[in-house]
């Protein structure tokens, strides 16, 4: 079992930027390819960033790509994700969650064995 806590979430005017925390407690962090998914209200979940357990490999939707960074600190058990140049349709409650497998596809949400609370993330415009 790995316990996930996401924090950093606020609210921020478009063109600004937030950095997300994901601490992890449990089993050994670094064993797990990690992601950031996030729920706009009345929309699906969907996968926003994902890294691999050393990570060296990184994997971003395309209406994130070139704002936001997925990025981990393994000996500090945390995954983060900078967004910059925030947009309104970026606001969300944004959930990180771990795979203990990392084999499957790392956009799908059933690939994925643990999920954190979330974090609210409001961009105004």
């Known amino acids: 079992q790995v316990q996930l806590v996401e924090s950093g979430g606020g609210l921020v005017q478009a063109g600004g930027s937030l950095r997300l925390s994901c601490a992890a407690s449990?089993?050994?962090?670094?064993?797990?390819?990690m992601g950031w998914f996030r729920q706009a209200p009345g929309k699906e979940q969907e996968f926003v960033a994902a890294?691999?357990?050393?990570?060296?490999?990184?994997y971003y939707a395309d209406s994130v790509k070139g704002r936001f960074t997925i990025s981990r600190e393994n000996a500090k058990n945390t995954l983060y994700l900078q967004m910059n140049s925030l947009k309104p349709e970026d606001t969300a409650i944004y959930y990180c969650?771990?795979?203990?497998?990392?084999?499957?596809?790392?956009?799908?949400?059933?690939?994925?064995?643990?999920w954190g609370q979330g974090t609210q993330v409001t961009v105004s415009s």
């Open positions: 449990g089993r050994t962090f670094n064993n797990y390819r």
């Open positions: 969650a771990a795979d203990a497998h990392g084999i499957g596809r790392y956009s799908a949400l059933d690939e994925y064995d643990y």
């Open positions: 890294i691999s357990w050393s990570g060296r490999n990184t």
